[in-house]
């Protein structure tokens, strides 16, 4: 959400993912718009992007990915998240697609990863 144009990072990071590599996204949900004030930090200026899961499938999409799973997830301040998990498309080394509980082990690790 703070990049000009996210699908050419996507694109990138395609290249450099392993075979069977996938990419965990979590960002600000556009659903979450509605329900803060505008004034709220969520919406200030270093946010260039909001994605709704239409809006993030097609990014995938275009950039040469597949939407594995998505969802929507509150965070502890309140807001809601959009977090996805996906993989290059045509990648003949995936494994088939991931179970739920997958997913969110994964969130749970980029949860780490984003802890301050």
């Not at 990915?65 to 309140?78: H, L, Y």
């Not at 996805?84 to 739920?100: F, I």
Request: net charge negative; with cysteine; charged share 25%.
């Amino acid at each position: 959400e703070h990049l000009p144009d996210p699908a050419e990072l996507l694109s990138a990071l395609s290249a450099d993912l392993a075979p069977g590599g996938v990419v965990f996204i979590e960002t600000p949900s556009i659903e979450d718009l509605g329900s803060r004030p505008i004034d709220d930090d969520r919406f200030m200026a270093p946010h260039l992007f909001f994605f709704s899961h239409h809006s993030i499938a097609n990014l995938c999409h275009r950039a040469g990915f597949e939407v594995i799973e998505s969802e929507i997830a509150r965070t502890v301040r309140g807001h809601y998240d959009l977090r996805v998990l996906c993989r290059p498309m045509n990648d003949e080394s995936c494994l088939p697609l991931l179970s739920r509980d997958d997913f969110h082990a994964v969130a749970a690790l980029a949860g780490r990863w984003n802890a301050p």
